[in-house]
């Protein structure tokens, strides 16, 4: 089976601004926002550069990112940072950690860009944890008591590996 090959060219920028997002204010002092009411909303998490909202950051090369809220107004994130599940949980409480949306074959061998001796592919995208993938393949590695081959890919884009039982 090939590996999936995506040719599609995706701006940060039209990616951001396309959703409505809900702000939390983390215990440093930084507003995050998440799509809430999306899915996947673990795969849009943004994050002011520090805590003073309105100071330009280095995120985004500087530019300001207008965002829509959830009630109703806007948000100008000036130099913010595309952020993960993580941070965002560790520094607010909010969990969505499993709310990635990818999608993951697993193999018993891989060569030249090829999974072969397929174990387990998605039909379609599934929404999970970031690294369901390698998880996935762990576990079915564990339970076969031999190597396998993962490929995820996610919004951010895609791994290929090998995991041991």
Do not use: C
Not at 39 to 58: C, F, L, M, P, Q
Not at 100 to 108: C, D, Q, S, W, Y
Not at 131 to 146: P, Q, S
């Amino acid at each position: 089976m090939p590996l999936p090959q995506s040719l599609e060219v995706v701006s940060g920028f039209a990616e951001a601004e396309r959703h409505v997002y809900r702000m939390v204010v983390g215990k440093s002092g930084r507003a995050w926002f998440y799509p809430s009411e999306l899915h996947n909303a673990a795969d849009y998490i943004y994050v002011t550069d520090s805590e003073d909202w309105d100071k330009a950051g280095r995120g985004f090369g500087g530019a300001t990112v207008e965002l829509q809220l959830d009630n109703g107004t806007r948000f100008s994130l000036k130099g913010g940072w595309h952020s993960n599940d993580e941070a965002f949980y560790e520094d607010t409480g909010v969990d969505i950690r499993e709310k990635h949306l990818t999608f993951v074959i697993i193999a018993k061998q891989r060569a030249e860009g090829m999974m072969q001796d397929v174990v387990y592919y998605d039909e379609s995208p599934q929404v999970g944890f970031f690294n369901r993938g390698e998880r996935t393949a762990l576990e079915m590695a564990t339970k076969l008591d031999e190597p396998l081959y993962y490929f995820s890919r996610s919004a951010g884009g895609s791994i290929s590996a090998r995991v041991y039982p």
